[in-house]
């Protein structure tokens, strides 16, 4: 049974930075089983999008707007998946959301079970 708990959140200046971690339970400490797992963000009266992802093959995929502003790790020893941003942006408001979909063989992730976080607000002024 996995379970997600984010924390970090808070308010910022606009060029600030903050971190975010999620903590992980009921999965491998490892990199196999970080794998399949995204952040997502949620602006007030918008769509919940995805800022970034892990794929499969353990590689990281960022949206465009946050690339070379975020960068996504993972800490083993703790099982916890962080986001670091920096340089924010008032846009980059919202409440942030660790997911977790299941892992296909021998690729992809299966998005129909995903589980999430219960989210932490981030504001930028």
């Known amino acids: 049974h996995v379970q997600l708990v984010e924390s970090g959140g808070g308010s910022v200046q606009a060029g600030g930075s903050l971190q975010l971690s999620c903590q992980v339970s009921g999965i491998s400490s490892s990199i196999h089983g970080f794998r399949c797992m995204s952040w997502f963000r949620q602006a007030a009266g918008k769509e919940r999008e995805e800022v970034a992802s892990?794929?499969?093959?353990?590689?990281?995929e960022y949206r465009d707007s946050v690339k070379d502003r975020f960068t996504v790790s993972r800490e083993y020893d703790v099982n916890s998946l962080v986001l670091k941003m920096t340089s924010l942006e008032p846009e980059d408001t919202g409440v942030y959301y660790c997911?977790?979909?299941?892992?296909?063989?021998?690729?992809?992730?299966?998005?129909?079970?995903?589980?999430w976080g219960q989210g932490t607000q981030v504001t930028v002024s």
């Open positions: 997911a977790r979909d299941l892992a296909m063989w021998p690729r992809g992730c299966d998005t129909s079970d995903r589980v």
């Open positions: 892990i794929g499969t093959d353990g590689s990281i």
